[in-house]
């Protein structure tokens, strides 16, 4: 009788450290991820501050092109405040979302930017203009690394929180929601790093 209740009693202490096990890597898992928007953030903003100094070299050239620079600004802006609202909130889809979108908008300004600026040689050969253009183009390379790392760490928490019997405890421990990739797929003019050359 006492032999029986000894391992009843073990083999309680051994699943309550299996729960635990789990709790623990759940909360390790998300806490990568969102360390690894972090990273994702730090890169965003580098490149939303660089934007206004690629558009204030411009527009000592660009005198005709306000609206083009107004709408890359304006952009610029609004991505911004989708990286805030992302930030607050790493891996909620509406959050993801709302920053793919205003993403794409800064893609496309900037690659109208990048369409008007071909007509003024002396803009593409002004040295700040190629300074501010190497710095895009560095910054754009650590984005795309950053949103690999990140949507590799959120595929790991997806997936062990969805495995079983991870998933039987997943809710009760507040993990209820998967996390959400940042992908760019459905705006094909910012997949790749948008093409930053003066």
Do not use: W
Not at 12 to 27: D, H, M, Q, R, W
Not at 37 to 62: G, H, S
Not at 112 to 137: H, R
Request: overall charge negative.
């Amino acid at each position: 009788m006492e032999i029986s209740s000894i391992v009843i009693v073990a083999i309680c202490v051994l699943l309550a450290f299996y729960v635990v096990s789990i709790f623990n890597k759940l909360v390790a898992l998300k806490n990568q991820f969102k360390n690894g928007f972090a990273q994702i953030e730090v890169q965003l903003k580098r490149r939303y501050d660089l934007i206004p100094n690629l558009v204030e070299t411009a527009k000592a050239y660009m005198s005709h092109e306000k609206e083009t620079l107004e709408n890359v600004i304006a952009a610029r802006n609004q991505a911004s405040q989708g990286l805030s609202n992302a930030a607050s909130a790493p891996g909620d889809a509406a959050a993801m979302q709302q920053l793919i979108g205003a993403e794409a908008m800064l893609g496309s300004a900037m690659g109208k930017l990048n369409v008007v600026m071909e007509a003024y040689p002396d803009l593409k050969a002004n040295q700040n203009m190629m300074q501010v253009s190497e710095e895009l183009t560095s910054t754009e390379n650590k984005v795309s690394f950053a949103r690999q790392a990140y949507n590799d760490q959120v595929l790991a928490y997806n997936t062990y929180k969805q495995s079983f019997p991870q998933t039987l405890f997943a809710s009760m421990f507040g993990h209820t929601q998967d996390a959400s990739l940042l992908e760019f797929a459905d705006s094909p003019q910012i997949q790749d790093a948008p093409k930053v050359s003066f």
